[in-house]
């Protein structure tokens, strides 16, 4: 595919900035070897002390205690903590700037904003859930990034998703390139012209948002699951009851892309999860987003969050309007619960052997922080029982193996492209301290030093 000639300019001037990071003379050298630092690779095993990585090109050629150190640039980690980059499964962007998600948000500068957002937080590959609108695909932006060529992370598109015929959901405004059929018989044409994008995977809204909105009719959604597979699409789907998941999972269902909330999931559908290889985005964050401003959380005020923040949103958040109207909401109560059975239902599906990959949202609404809600997923998954070591392989091994890019990111390895974070803590010992970036590495490159905010 050809590239547009901006895209040619942005991929250029991206490796030329990234190279002016190096303090040492890269003339003549052929490799890079970070050297001498804790490493998680994302496999789940303990982390290697005192390791280092030789890189060449895009890609890890060697992982381990003794590596080769010719003809290569040594940085010296003592003391600090290697990890994949994070990958999301399920994010938003385009749409927000400010305060407000707008259609005429979506512009190519702003998405090329937040894709170097996502980057500066450590994430190198996320999956845009059905909102994305044709300038993307028309424009080959989604190609240009998909491969590499333009800076940020990595832009994996689910392309125009389906709704209900009604207008339906928490952003409705932006949702308008939805397809909303009103029959099974409507639902081929529709989804031939979602494949001819070329969708990751295809993604459906099948709630109704607290009673607001009317559910998808379950004859459409066994047409959308039925026309996907035929055209070899996975499907995702927006849910919320575990009535609707049961149904869903029976009908052939690949990913269920936010929690089950309203009860806590049974045996009988977690052994049919398993057997039919269905994966579970949890989204916590999302979930956690919807009450916690009211309580005024001991992050509010972290510097790493408010940095993720668009213009305006800290003040909108930290107003006593915004946090009253969450706390009298006739909702409040809801979400808390639903919380806490999200959280529940996690360690469940995670026990069971079930695929859980890193997802939040994020992007959706300006109160869905991008890059920090994906930071904060990480402790939330802690927070329901599981290990660091385990979260951290849902953020990167798992979540590569869902976006089906898992040959080539989501683990440190050899062979893999060179997707790194620099922590300078380890967070097996707190996980919070992915947060504590000292440097971003993109195919081998260092693309940034991390978030700025004064720590």
């Known amino acids: 595919m050809k590239m547009a000639f901006t895209d040619v300019v942005l991929f250029i001037t991206a490796i030329v900035i990234a190279g002016c990071g190096n303090n040492t003379s890269t003339k003549n050298l052929t490799a890079t070897v970070l050297y001498d630092a804790t490493i998680i690779d994302g496999n789940g095993g303990a982390p290697l002390q005192h390791a280092s990585i030789r890189i060449e090109g895009d890609s890890i050629t060697d992982v381990g205690e003794h590596i080769d150190t010719a003809n290569a ?3 010296r980690l003592k003391g600090k903590t290697i990890m994949p980059a994070l990958i999301s499964a399920h994010v938003h962007i385009g749409t927000l700037k400010g305060t407000n998600t707008k259609p005429e948000n979506y512009t ?3 998405i090329l904003s937040q ?3 996502y980057e500066d937080y450590g994430i190198e590959n996320i999956l845009v859930m059905g909102t994305d609108r044709p300038m993307l695909f028309q424009s080959g932006l989604r190609d240009s990034s998909v491969n590499g060529l333009l800076p940020g992370a990595r832009l994996y598109s689910a392309g125009y998703g389906f709704n209900v015929p009604q207008a339906g959901g928490p952003i409705t405004s932006v949702m308008d390139q939805l397809f909303r059929p009103a029959s099974p018989q409507q639902v081929p044409a529709e989804l031939d012209s979602v494949a001819a994008v070329k969708p990751t995977v295809l993604k459906m809204w099948v709630d109704d948002f607290g009673g607001t909105t009317p ?5 459409i959604y066994k047409a959308i699951i039925d026309e996907a597979h035929k055209r070899n699409l996975r499907v995702a789907a927006h849910l919320y009851y575990l009535s609707d998941a049961r149904k869903l999972v029976a009908d052939g269902l690949d990913i269920i892309a936010h929690s089950i909330r309203d009860s806590v ?3 009988a559908l977690l052994k049919e999860m398993k057997a039919k290889h269905v994966a579970y985005i949890p989204t916590l964050s999302l979930d956690e987003f919807a009450f916690m401003y009211a309580q005024k959380p001991a992050w509010i005020n972290d510097e790493f969050f408010k940095a993720s923040l668009e213009p305006g949103v800290y003040e909108m958040i ?5 946090q009253n109207g969450l706390k009298n909401s006739p909702s409040y109560e809801k979400n808390m619960k639903g919380f806490e059975t999200a959280l529940k239902n996690l360690k469940k599906i995670y026990d069971a052997g079930i695929l859980i990959a890193l997802g939040t949202d994020s992007g959706a609404t300006p109160v869905r ?10 402790a939330l998954m802690v927070q329901a029982g599981l290990t660091p070591t385990q979260a951290i392989g849902v953020a990167t091994k798992n979540a590569a193996a869902l976006l ?6 989501g683990t440190i390895e050899k062979g893999k492209i060179a997707d790194l974070v620099i922590l300078n803590a380890n967070p097996l010992d707190d996980v919070k301290n992915t947060r504590k970036i000292d440097a971003v590495y993109k195919a081998g490159i260092k693309v940034s030093d991390g978030v700025k905010y004064n720590d």
């Open 73 to 75: 640039t040594v940085i």
């Open 108 to 110: 190519r500068n702003n």
């Open 115 to 117: 894709l170097k957002k």
């Open 215 to 219: 559910k998808m009719d379950p004859a």
């Open 265 to 267: 999931i049974d045996d």
């Open 318 to 322: 930290t107003s006593s309007a915004y």
């Open 369 to 378: 922080a991008q890059g920090f809600s994906e930071h904060n997923e990480l």
């Open 404 to 409: 089906q890019i898992d040959n080539r990111f």
